[in-house]
């Protein structure tokens, strides 16, 4: 069976520039993935949540409706805190998310670009960051050897990318973001799905009209960068993340 890592920051950030192609890629048999690294506790928008225990709570569960919408085999949020992935020991999440990779053996990682998508988050831009060196370092035994044992081996996944974009938001500084080597067509009914499993996410009700707008700009096309890849190539286009990629 093949099988897709999606790493994100926050609760909702699966549904925008990555919710058509996880559920393209469940619709044709993939098992899909995301983990992500906060609760998103540090939100403005926090619903009727008293404190940042509950704001969490609430969205690790909209998480896991998005989740079911989007078709995802296994999602998870894990505990790491919201807006603050920059201060964190770098070395130390890099681990965590290579023994994770280690145990889901995914053919596919997807991750947000390093410039931290449309809005720069600095939680983005570390997501992508640990993401990209756990990618890299998850099939090395040379690195975080002392995982390697009870079964868990090295694993290298066959491909890495980073969601991307041709705008900027209108309001913000502009970003840098990679150049797009994947248009992945999600077709009408997806974008209709990726709109609803974002909606999932009520404490980020005020969000919703600004989300519509913006992923109905962008239309049933989701953008990617092909960043990394296990059997060295040149760039070329793409319109299906599994292109070229072998099953065990
Ligand atoms: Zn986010």
Known sequence: MLRLLCVTAHPDDEAGGFGGSLL????????????CLTPGQAATHRGDARSDEELAAKRREEFQASCRLLKIARGEVLDYPDAGLDR??????????????????????????????VTAHPDHSMASLFATLAYHWAGRSN???EQLKDGLTPHRAQKLYYSTTTFSLPDRQPVSPAPVTAIIEIGPEFLETKIRAFKQH??????????????RKRGTRELFHLAATATPRQAQMESDLFEGVKED
């Open 88 to 117: 964190l020991d770098f070395y130390a999440v890099v681990g965590d998310l290579v023994q994770r990779i280690r145990r889901i053996r995914p053919h596919v990682i997807l991750t947000i670009g390093p410039e931290g998508a």
């Open 143 to 145: 690195r975080f050897p």
């Open 24 to 35: 393209l890629c469940a619709s044709r048999g993939v098992e899909t993935h995301v983990l």
């Open 202 to 215: 009520t404490s980020q009700s005020p969000l919703f009209q600004l989300f519509e707008t913006m992923v």
